[in-house]
């Protein structure tokens, strides 16, 4: 075991960034994705506001997609995508679980076309305005605010859109399409 390396801080960084990249290198992870076939890294490591993480890191030969500040040069990039997941081993299993909920969140807002558009135009998350050309069928929640959790005012499970662009998801048994 040693010391989580770090890297120098840079302005806005109120505590030194973990050195993914110098881990990365330490681990030979060009060996390990490239060749073995490996997709995901995991790093157990302290936290509490000593040195900076990210919950997943994403590098890609087709961009980061992540929960990071997508910084091109903190991972290496291969020809094939890898994530890394960075777990505080101060913390229980559902924190280790919320790690990859976010990345799967992130990866779906860019498939959903959330990264390009400004929050602004998210009114009601989850779940979008039929006037947005993002997420119309996007009703299944968020990670810490699920669609069928007690208590939410957003629009039911149940509910069903036919847009004016085709889409239309599909609905429970006997729940007929809502027009918007």
């Not at 997709?39 to 990210?54: I, S």
């Amino acid at each position: 075991m040693q010391p989580l390396p770090t890297r120098p801080k840079r302005p806005g960084d109120g505590v030194p960034m973990t050195d993914y990249a110098g881990i990365m290198a330490e681990i030979d992870i060009r060996t390990w994705v490239e060749q073995k076939g490996v997709k995901e890294v995991w790093l157990f490591a302290y936290h509490g506001g000593v040195v900076g993480l990210w919950e997943s890191n994403m590098s890609s030969p087709h961009g980061d997609v992540s929960n990071s500040d997508r910084d091109p040069a903190d991972l290496p990039v291969l020809s094939r995508t890898y994530t890394v997941y960075h777990y505080n081993y101060q913390r229980d299993v559902g924190e280790a679980v919320e790690n990859h909920a976010h990345q799967i969140e992130h990866l779906l807002n860019y498939v959903d076309g959330r990264d390009v558009t400004p929050p602004e135009k998210w009114p009601d998350l989850p779940g979008q305005t039929p006037d947005q050309l993002v997420a119309l069928h996007g009703r299944l929640g968020l990670y810490r605010e699920q669609q069928n959790q007690p208590g939410r005012t957003v629009r039911p499970l149940t509910e069903c859109l036919k847009s004016s662009m085709g889409i239309l998801p599909m609905c429970p048994t006997g729940v007929s399409p809502v027009e918007r």
